[in-house]
């Protein structure tokens, strides 16, 4: 009975977060044209709200992380700890070239080799260099696309069934 309740509020939380995802960006040593473009979808232009997106200012609250900028070697523990404060289930969008391989930075001596990826599990990918802010609201969307299905690659959710496969995190293409 414990576990049909258990899996019933689950049910109810995921619904509400599917109709209003909260959203945390972390600038993890962007140029920021990224972190313009993710408060160009922010401001009435583009109007997220309308959809029920809410920027928050902590992880804590947040359900969506969305991380701009290649990792530096500075910034790298932090994006960790930002992480880890979220509460499960969490999902990662990864900005960018830079948030997939570090870009244009890649290789640099204080640059972590690898993206977002390398530190934390990503859900979505978004090309560009900037992604527009069209192509972050559709990443958001596969985002909830994921969230519907409880699909989060972090977290406890993470820790699959021995033997079953990893699923691939999805790509918004530019
Ligand atoms: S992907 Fe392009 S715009 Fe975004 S942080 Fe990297 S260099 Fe800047």
Excluded at 81 to 100: H, L, N, S
Excluded at 129 to 140: F, G, Q, S, T
């Amino acid at each position: 009975m414990l576990k049909v309740t258990d899996s019933l509020s689950r049910r109810l939380a995921n619904w509400a977060r599917v109709r209003s995802p909260w959203i945390s960006v972390f600038n993890t040593g962007s140029c920021n044209a990224c972190d313009i473009e993710v408060i160009a979808c922010l401001m009435p232009r583009f109007d997220v709200e309308r959809f029920g997106i809410l920027a928050k200012g902590s992880p804590r609250h947040a359900d969506i992380l969305i991380v701009t900028g290649p990792v530096t070697r500075k910034q790298e523990s932090r994006l960790r700890r930002i992480w880890e404060q979220m509460p499960e289930p969490k999902y990662v969008i990864a900005m960018g070239a830079c948030g997939a391989s570090g870009g244009v930075f890649q290789g640099l001596y204080h640059v972590v080799d690898g993206g977002v990826e390398s530190v934390i599990p990503v859900d979505v990918f978004v090309a560009g260099c900037p992604p527009r802010p069209d192509e972050i609201i559709n990443a958001v969307v596969a985002c909830l696309g994921l969230m519907k299905e409880d699909l989060a690659r972090g977290g406890k959710e993470w820790r699959r069934k021995p033997g079953e496969a990893p699923r691939e995190p999805a790509e918004v293409p530019a």
